[in-house]
């Protein structure tokens, strides 16, 4: 369950479809960072974390599935390693917070500094890591990246195998 081992895990409710009370000021919020176009992805696509007194933490997740953990402090831990620690160039997860990095709770992994800029390589721009396309990434390699205006523009000339479909011309 998120890379947290059962022994961490408290009390697991799964499908609930309504939030628990939430500490604005305190919640932590996760979001998937979904750049595959082509590909329908199934899993949990948010996730918000709310400490609570004696070191435990509620984690309420959504998307395709959706429920809520209770877990120790080591339990987020490693939710944080799982999802944060191991960043790759177009990362997944992202923290969905307003809040500077260096106020981020214990629990984010020290090598978490935010969402990278990444450059289009249609336009050259510079772009958030939210707003980026990586159309054909297998395995966490990406080796194509839109922003989204250019793969608008480009969408229809796109091969979810080939990449740019030159029959035609
Ligand atoms: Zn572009």
Not at 28 to 36: A, F, G, I, S
Not at 115 to 140: L, M, Y
Request: charge should be negative.
């Amino acid at each position: 369950m998120l890379g947290i081992s059962s022994e961490n895990i408290l009390e697991h409710s799964k499908g609930t479809s309504h939030s628990p009370p939430s500490d604005s000021d305190r919640t932590t919020t996760l979001v998937y960072n979904d750049t595959e176009p082509h590909i329908i992805r199934d899993g949990i696509n948010r996730i918000t974390v709310i400490p609570k007194p004696d070191n435990e933490y509620l984690v309420n997740y959504t998307g395709y599935m959706s429920g809520i953990v209770r877990v120790t402090q080591d339990g987020i831990e490693e939710l944080g390693d799982t999802l944060l620690a191991t960043q790759t160039d177009v990362p997944n997860w992202l923290v969905d917070s307003p809040i500077a990095t260096q106020t981020l709770p214990s629990w984010i992994p020290d090598n978490y500094t935010g969402p990278p800029t990444i450059t289009c390589q249609h336009c050259h721009e510079k772009t958030p890591a939210q707003d980026i396309v990586t159309p054909n990434r297998t395995n966490g390699n990406t080796t194509n990246r839109f922003c989204r205006n250019c793969w608008n523009e480009i969408r229809e000339q796109w091969h979810p195998e080939h990449g740019f479909d030159n029959r035609g011309e």
